[in-house]
């Protein structure tokens, strides 16, 4: 896969789960030495392109009170599989992908049956930091952008930049940037922390850029004025994305509510020092400062 051999198409979400995956109907049932599944997964990116795909499914046969996850390795050529393509709204194309009863050897099980949660749960708190820091790349072009249309355009005989109102904003949005950056920083350390911390630090980032990347990216468009909205501009797309990432691997609410169950467990030392959480800042540049 690394060296381009393999593509994967990853399906885990479903049209009543994008959040919490415990009520995937997604079913892995065991016959003899292999599974038959069924169910259908929504925004798999990449299903067309994609060998093969790693699908989570319950197994509810396993005795268990509640059915583990699993996650399964399944041929893009599998029988009683089918795509349906759509767009997302910044315009990357994706599939709804149906499994109707399509077998599946036990040998193609990722990891072990009862892996899946914490895998799943591991590969999103990755995939958060990375999202994360696609929008912080976004929000800061932004800031470059229009920083140099209010400095170029010209009204009533002088630059948009000379309206103090208007300094206040690009402050504002500068300020917001920079939280994003640490809370990037943050999340992408705690990848190497115990399961409950990293939980906690990829949320609260994904909270504090979900609030900035809305508010850049309208205050953007707004200090454009029309010229905004226009798709001959990269504003409309960046904005486009950004609003998108707000909904991308949890929305706002959901992970502030995972962040307050995570902190009711941890200690206050687990949540608010690195030392605690076993992680370390980046180490100084050479003569002494921190990148």
């Known amino acids: 896969m690394i060296a381009g051999g393999l593509r994967l198409g990853i399906a885990l979400f479903e049209s009543e789960v994008w959040d919490d995956l415990s009520g995937l109907s997604t079913r892995a049932?065991?016959?003899g030495g292999r599974y038959?599944?069924?169910?259908?997964?929504?925004?798999?990116?990449?299903?067309?392109?994609?060998?093969?795909?790693?699908?989570?499914a319950t197994t509810p046969d396993s005795g268990a009170e509640f059915p583990e996850l699993t996650l399964f390795l399944v041929d893009r050529h599998a029988q009683g599989i089918?795509?349906?393509?759509?767009?997302?709204l910044d315009g990357r194309p994706f599939s709804t992908l149906t499994l109707d009863d399509v077998p599946v050897e036990a040998t193609e099980i990722v990891g072990s049956?009862?892996?899946?949660?914490?895998?799943i749960e591991n590969a999103l708190d990755?995939?958060?930091?990375?999202?994360?820091?696609?929008?912080?790349?976004?929000?800061?072009h932004l800031i470059e952008a229009t920083a140099a249309h209010l400095k170029t355009r010209q009204q009533y005989g002088a630059p948009l930049a000379r309206l103090q109102a208007l300094q206040h904003r690009m402050a504002d949005m500068y300020v917001a940037v920079e939280l994003s950056r640490s809370m990037c920083q943050v999340a992408t350390m705690s990848l190497q922390a115990e399961r409950d911390i990293r939980s906690a630090y990829t949320s609260a980032a994904k909270v504090q850029m979900s609030q900035a990347a809305r508010f850049v990216g309208q205050q953007a468009v707004q200090l454009h004025g029309a010229m905004g909205m226009s798709e001959a501009l990269d504003i409309s797309h960046h904005f486009t994305f950004l609003t998108l990432f707000?909904?991308?691997?949890?929305?706002?609410?959901?992970?502030?509510?995972?962040?307050?169950?995570l902190s009711e467990?941890?200690?206050?030392?687990?949540?608010v020092g690195f030392s605690s959480?076993?992680?370390?800042?980046?180490?100084?540049?050479?003569?002494?400062?921190r990148p």
């Open 29 to 31: 049932a065991g016959v």
């Open 36 to 56: 038959v599944l069924s169910g259908c997964k929504q925004l798999v990116y990449g299903a067309r392109s994609a060998d093969k795909f790693v699908v989570a």
């Open 82 to 88: 089918s795509l349906r393509d759509g767009m997302t």
């Open 113 to 119: 049956a009862a892996d899946g949660r914490s895998l």
């Open 126 to 140: 990755h995939g958060i930091a990375a999202l994360c820091a696609q929008a912080l790349g976004s929000m800061a």
């Open 246 to 261: 707000t909904l991308l691997l949890g929305d706002e609410r959901y992970h502030l509510d995972r962040f307050s169950r």
């Open 265 to 271: 467990r941890l200690e206050e030392s687990d949540i």
């Open 277 to 289: 959480a076993g992680l370390q800042p980046p180490p100084a540049a050479p003569g002494g400062q």
